[in-house]
């Protein structure tokens, strides 16, 4: 099956920092979105895309399909930036059901 | 416009029990999908309804089932609790299975 991997596993951040995200994909996707897992576990939608270069406020994202990554920016960092970010992409031919999600960025910013 | 909500939040049984998940969906939306997250495994695919039909499970047994409702809400169920069912049971929902998914809050569910 595919492979994500997301890039670094672990980041530790002073207020105010600029972070970049990255996820790796090992086969063609149609599909990609990244989410914010805040400390209560919900899942907060954060980018829909499956190609191209999207922003909203202090978060950016890039996926590069033809290349299999995409980055995701955050810049400015606040506190309320903690928790676990992850990717998730969908299979051609797939639809939700067969998200795959990558292994997590859990990211700490310290006030 | 409310987003998925799931119930309970938390849900304590004791092995052997059944539970009962419950989700509603966005309004308009007509797939869900239902995710385990267990410590150290990561988010995997469970169950996905639509238009009141299972269209596809993941690898799980057959004690997990569930069904969706004529308004699209839906339930999963859990029967012959085992301890490794401990995890976080998130619900997502669709317009249909391409496009962007909304995740609920999540019901932790702890055996014991």
């Known amino acids: 099956g595919i492979q994500v991997e997301q890039s670094p596993p672990d980041l530790i951040l002073q207020e105010g920092a600029n972070s970049t995200l990255r996820c790796n994909f090992s086969d063609s996707v149609n599909n990609l979105q990244w989410f914010h897992q805040n400390p209560w576990g919900q899942l907060i939608n954060l980018f829909y895309i499956p190609s191209g270069t999207k922003q909203n406020g202090r978060l950016s994202a890039t996926t590069v399909a033809t290349e299999r990554y995409s980055l995701l920016y955050i810049s400015s960092s606040q506190t309320t930036d903690s928790g676990v970010y992850f990717c998730a992409v969908g299979l051609p031919n797939f639809g939700n059901e067969k998200l795959t999600f990558g292994t997590g960025t859990r990211l700490t910013i310290i006030p | 416009e409310a987003g998925v909500t799931q119930s309970p939040t938390h849900l304590i049984k004791t092995r052997g029990q059944q539970a009962t998940l419950r989700c509603s969906p966005i309004?308009?939306?007509?797939?869900v999908y239902w995710y385990q997250q267990a410590l150290g495994l990561g988010l995997q695919f469970l169950l996905w309804?639509?238009?009141?039909?299972?269209?596809n499970r993941g690898n799980f047994p057959p004690r997990f089932s569930g069904r969706q409702f004529p308004n699209y809400s839906s339930e999963l169920n859990v029967n012959a609790l085992e301890l490794e069912d401990s995890a976080l049971y998130l619900c997502?929902?669709?317009?249909?299975?391409?496009?962007?998914?909304?995740f609920g809050q999540g019901t932790r569910l702890t055996v014991v």
């Open positions: 309804y639509d238009e009141g039909e299972e269209r």
């Open positions: 309004s308009g939306h007509t797939s």
């Open positions: 997502a929902s669709s317009w249909d299975r391409s496009s962007e998914a909304f």
